[in-house]
């Protein structure tokens, strides 16, 4: 099976400054790789997604990095504003989405 | 549109009571449809997931129960409830990149 794991389960970063927020995959055989965020009482929205054939996709303000060599994730944010305080979800799959698995998440807070 | 509708919102329940959830979905006919359970300060666990009317595959053992019985409407179930129930439930629709609803939160006391 699928374990998923974030690096560090809270992040504080200064308003303006770039976030990095990591994750850990174990199944050499995933493709698909998406990052969700969770505001607080809310539903998990999708930001960005990445296949396997990928190293790198970039989106408004934000970038996803895949290595798959080490099996490792990374969400960059840019310019960190209020607004992107939530909790920041990465999410495996080896195919279809019912076979996503999701790290336990990442809380970032934005400093004023 | 594929706006998800979950409710209620919130719900406090005792122990042993039913649970009735409610997901229902707008947009392209068919969709998959999933119910995950939120745990505070963990991941997404995934319950149940369903490709049409009346198929339900259960990914874990325990005490719910879903069904489905319209194209959109996916409904959580549970017959008498237990304190480790509570959470945040979510549903969800989509093939691969999933989209979800607001979420359901239970307390269970």
């Known amino acids: 099976g699928e374990s998923v794991g974030l690096h560090l389960p809270t992040l504080s970063v200064q308003e303006g400054d770039n976030s990095i927020i990591n994750c850990a995959y174990s199944n050499s055989a995933s493709d698909y790789f998406i990052w969700y965020k969770q505001e607080s009482g809310k539903g998990p929205q999708f930001i960005i997604d990445i296949r396997s054939n990928m190293d790198k996709r970039q989106g408004q303000r934000v970038t996803v990095l895949l290595n798959k060599t080490v099996k490792h994730l990374s969400l960059q944010i840019a310019a960190t504003q209020p607004g992107d305080s939530a909790v920041y979800f990465c999410a495996v799959a080896p195919g279809s989405a019912r076979q996503l698995t999701f790290g336990s998440g990442t809380q970032l807070t934005v400093l004023p | 549109s594929q706006t998800i509708h979950q409710w209620p919102a919130t719900l406090v329940q005792p122990v042993g009571s039913p649970l009735s959830l409610e997901c229902t979905v707008e947009?392209?006919?068919?969709?998959?449809l999933y119910w995950y359970r939120q745990a505070a300060g963990r991941g997404l666990q995934l319950l149940f997931y369903s490709v049409g009317i009346g198929q339900i595959s259960s990914e874990v053992p325990q005490n719910l129960s879903a069904s489905r019985p319209q194209d959109r409407q996916f409904i959580l179930s549970s017959k008498k409830l237990l304190l480790s129930d509570s959470g945040f439930y979510l549903c969800a629709r989509g093939a691969n990149v999933l989209t979800f609803g607001a979420g359901s939160r239970l307390t269970v006391l």
């Open positions: 947009g392209t006919s068919n969709p998959n």
